[in-house]
Each structure stands twice: as C-alpha cells, then as structure tokens.
C-alpha cells in the first residue's frame, strides 16, 4: 500500500510540473497533468489549462466539439473527456493563482474570481480518482454533469 501511494505522490509531482503552452482562456501556463484539448466542428485545435476553462471556452465562445480530450491526472496521458472520470472542487488548484485584493478601506484581503475555481481534475481510472479525492477532497463528477454546468 505505501508503495501505491508513493507512485501516486511522484506522479502527482509530475502532473502539477508546467509546461510550454498557454492556456486559450486564461493565458496561463499549462500544467501538464490538467491540460485539455478540443477539435472543434472546424477542426481548430483548442488547449487550455484545465477541463474548467475548456467549459469556459465552448460556453462563452458558442463552439461545438467534435472531439474532446483530457489529461489523467494519475499517468499524464491524453483520454477521451467524456468518459473521464472528474473529481471537483478537490484542494488541488494547480492552474489557479491565488489572487486577492483589498476592500475599499485597504483593511482586509478579499480573494477574487479565477476561473480554474473550483478545481476539476480528470482521470481515467476511478480508483485512482478515489485515492486522489481521499488525500484532496471534493466530489466525483461526470463530464455530462460538468458540461451542463
């Protein structure tokens, strides 16, 4: 068991490693275990960051997908996003900067909008996104209940 949960560990620490590309949503950074990638209806190629901005994308750019893809959170791997198995609003925040700003007074620090929250990680495997959400929390999700959203 330690030495599943060590894998586990080392290939989250791969996952979360940034990469070259930059997110079409957000202009951020990809991290290479949460990119997503979309073949639009007129064969564009869309990435972004995460599976949250790519719902993002289609909702506020009107487009339709004919192939969705997202990266396992466990191997790093390319898997169909409709039968990805997605854990949401987990205490993982990758792609998300923690931004924050004060109110009118200059008193308190109040955290702004980001558009990677709340947090949506996407795995092939369920067991594997059941160790995820016991050391992260969050909720199990399909991509029908997130598309929808």
């Not at 160790?131 to 598309?147: D, L, N, P, V, Y």
Request: with cysteine.
């Amino acid at each position: 068991m330690r030495a599943l949960i060590l894998v586990f560990c080392v290939a989250m620490a791969a996952g979360c490693a940034k990469s070259p590309r930059v997110c079409a949503v957000c202009q951020r950074e990809e991290c290479k275990g949460m990119g997503f990638r979309m073949t639009l209806v007129n064969g564009k190629v869309v990435e972004t960051c995460c599976p949250r901005c790519a719902m993002h994308y289609l909702e506020s750019n009107h487009q339709k997908a004919r192939k969705m893809e997202a990266t396992d959170f466990a191997t790093g791997h390319w898997v169909d996003a409709t039968s990805a198995i997605y854990v949401s609003d987990s205490d993982l925040h990758p792609c998300a900067e923690m931004q924050s700003m004060r109110d009118p007074q200059g008193c308190c620090l109040m955290k702004t909008y980001d558009r990677c929250l709340p947090s949506l990680v996407a795995f092939a495997d369920k067991s594997q996104a059941a160790i995820f959400r016991k050391a992260h929390g969050g909720e199990f999700a399909s991509f029908q209940s997130i598309s929808a959203k």
